[in-house]
């Protein structure tokens, strides 16, 4: 069930956080002209890090999430960097995700978490289907899973829903015209917004951590 007193408290963490811009920059700068790096840790080393890891993850998608003014970018890049996953390639292709194309409807923190599934657990050649067939292992009933965690944790998996009841407390989307975007700037929904992300990416990030085991 959604704790919507904790929501409150870490938005309103992240409209009073300061934000380190250059250094956030330089860290997405680095990515995009070296590309993402593999990850070379065991999944022993990862299982043992877990709670680093899941504390990174979640703040790394925070930071790219109002770097980048674009939840499903933020939150795919987190994922991809910690689990040295993809390039960015995908994420350019991410670029009209947020609230899916703007128009109020599933939230970035679903769709770039999705995306780290595919690169994560799917196969290699999209003819073999042993994966997508896999009761356990498939994509699909992995990201259904994520999906059923991510409503339960914010109480909602769209968008306008999300901004009026946890990020800003008014039904707002920003993607409908010039004058909304220019409020939900106005009213810091950039900052207030890496919640989603960053909650969406420390589930998914769990998910990944028990599959090693």
């Not at 990515?31 to 043992?48: H, L, S």
């Not at 999430?65 to 970018?73: A, L, P, S, V």
């Not at 689990?83 to 899916?100: C, D, Q, T, V, Y």
């Amino acid at each position: 069930m959604a704790d919507y007193a904790a929501m409150k408290k870490k938005v309103d963490e992240l409209d009073q956080r300061v934000w380190d811009v250059e250094g956030i920059n330089a860290r997405i700068n680095k990515m995009v002209a070296e590309g993402i790096p593999r990850d070379k840790r065991t999944p022993e080393e990862i299982i043992a890090s877990r709670d680093e890891i899941l504390d990174r993850v979640q703040l790394r998608a925070e930071e790219y999430n109002f770097i980048t003014k674009n939840c499903g970018q933020g939150t795919a890049l987190a994922m991809m960097e910690e689990f040295g996953l993809g390039n960015m390639e995908i994420i350019k292709a991410l670029s009209p995700f947020p609230g899916l194309g703007g128009t109020g409807d599933m939230c970035g923190g679903v769709t770039g978490v999705l995306i780290a599934f595919g690169l994560y657990f799917g196969s290699d050649n999209p003819l073999d289907l042993s994966v997508m067939m896999d009761p356990i292992k498939s994509p699909i009933m992995i990201s259904q899973r994520y999906m059923a965690l991510f409503e339960g944790a914010i109480g909602n998996m769209y968008c306008a829903d999300i901004i009026e009841t946890v990020i800003l407390g008014h039904r707002l989307n920003p993607g409908e015209s010039d004058a909304a975007m220019a409020l939900f700037t106005e009213e810091k929904g950039f900052e207030k917004c890496g919640l989603p992300p960053g909650y969406g990416v420390r589930i998914a990030a769990n998910i990944i951590i028990d599959s090693m085991k």
